[in-house]
């Protein structure tokens, strides 16, 4: 699965896309507000369902909108090789940011981490683990690092989009976990071109802190820190290790979403001419 687009995203427009993700947060929270008339921390539910809302609005709009020309093309493609190294490698990351959070405490801001796994309820789970997961790979790899990548390298289009991902997630307790996670999905993204993986690796990690947030987080450092920094280093590795093999993949470049008929026609005149 992957959104072809044939004009692409300057960084400016990247930037637009993220502020159209932050308006769209306030105008429902604001509507919240006067709707209830209420301390909106109080419905966390109701701020959940506002950020799925919000993210689903930009990617309909950035589908439909003529101007950038992305075409959402939905097709399933992902091996047993990959599947398994793309789940692996996001259950390390889990492991690692917890010990990030660990060792780099920050603080919570509470009113700004509706962006977060939430386990209070049924919907509440399916609504992080699942729902948002999908949705902001589709906005933030498949449409934003796919347009960026169509003008700028593979290498500033990952920083780029891992940055808005992270800045989506504005809780500053959030922020280096979602920047990790960024930059592992826009790594499989930009060796694969499949959306695939990203759902799968975001969707693993989301259940797991699920899961760690259900039964008691990773962190007995304190009373086992031997294991624990065992398990972390063991994790790093795994990493490591799923980021060399990923490089060895070759890079499935389609070459109707970077080029239009003119440019291919150019090119082609400009071969045949050498």
């Given at each position: 699965?992957?959104?072809?687009?044939?004009?692409?995203?300057?960084?400016?427009?990247?930037?637009?896309?993220?502020?159209?993700?932050?308006?769209?947060?306030?105008?429902?929270?604001?509507?919240?507000?006067?709707?209830?008339?209420?301390?909106?921390?109080?419905?966390?539910?109701?701020?959940?369902?506002?950020?799925?809302?919000?993210?689903?609005?930009?990617?309909?709009?950035?589908?439909?909108?003529?101007?950038?020309?992305?075409?959402?093309?939905?097709?399933?493609?992902?091996?047993?090789?990959?599947?398994?190294?793309?789940?692996?490698?996001?259950?390390?990351?889990?492991?690692?940011?917890?010990?990030?959070?660990?060792?780099?405490?920050?603080?919570?801001?509470?009113?700004?981490?509706?962006?977060?796994?939430?386990?209070?309820?049924?919907?509440?789970?399916?609504?992080?683990v699942m729902f948002?997961?999908?949705?902001?790979?589709?906005?933030?790899?498949?449409?934003?690092?796919?347009?960026?990548?169509?003008?700028?390298?593979?290498?500033?289009?990952?920083?780029?989009?891992?940055?808005?991902?992270?800045?989506?997630?504005?809780?500053?307790?959030?922020?280096?976990?979602?920047?990790?996670?960024?930059?592992?999905?826009?790594?499989?993204?930009?060796?694969?071109?499949?959306?695939?993986?990203?759902?799968?690796?975001?969707?693993?990690?989301?259940?797991?802190?699920?899961?760690?947030?259900?039964?008691?987080?990773?962190?007995?450092?304190?009373?086992?820190?031997?294991?624990?920094?065992?398990?972390?280093?063991?994790?790093?590795?795994?990493?490591?290790?799923?980021?060399?093999?990923?490089?060895?993949?070759?890079?499935?470049?389609?070459?109707?979403?970077?080029?239009s008929k003119e440019?291919?026609r150019a090119k082609?005149?400009?071969?045949?001419?050498?």
């Amino acid at each position: 699965m992957y959104v072809k687009t044939l004009n692409g995203l300057s960084l400016n427009g990247a930037w637009q896309m993220q502020l159209r993700l932050y308006v769209a947060w306030i105008v429902g929270s604001a509507a919240a507000f006067l709707f209830t008339g209420n301390n909106l921390l109080a419905y966390p539910s109701l701020l959940l369902t506002i950020h799925l809302v919000s993210v689903i609005a930009v990617v309909v709009y950035a589908l439909s909108r003529q101007k950038d020309n992305f075409t959402l093309i939905p097709k399933i493609n992902i091996s047993l090789e990959t599947f398994l190294m793309a789940f692996s490698m996001a259950l390390a990351l889990v492991v690692v940011k917890d010990a990030v959070s660990y060792l780099l405490p920050l603080p919570e801001w509470k009113e700004l981490s509706f962006t977060s796994v939430n386990t209070s309820s049924f919907y509440t789970i399916l609504t992080t683990v699942m729902f948002a997961a999908i949705m902001e790979e589709m906005l933030f790899r498949g449409i934003i690092m796919e347009a960026l990548l169509h003008r700028y390298s593979g290498g500033i289009a990952l920083l780029q989009s891992s940055l808005l991902y992270m800045l989506a997630h504005p809780d500053p307790a959030q922020m280096p976990g979602a920047l990790l996670l960024g930059l592992l999905c826009g790594f499989f993204y930009l060796r694969l071109r499949d959306l695939c993986s990203c759902f799968l690796i975001h969707l693993t990690n989301n259940a797991a802190t699920a899961i760690l947030i259900s039964g008691g987080s990773l962190q007995f450092v304190i009373t086992d820190p031997t294991t624990y920094y065992a398990i972390v280093g063991g994790c790093l590795l795994a990493l490591v290790a799923g980021y060399f093999l990923l490089k060895r993949f070759t890079v499935q470049v389609k070459p109707h979403s970077y080029l239009s008929k003119e440019n291919i026609r150019a090119k082609s005149v400009l071969f045949s001419e050498q």
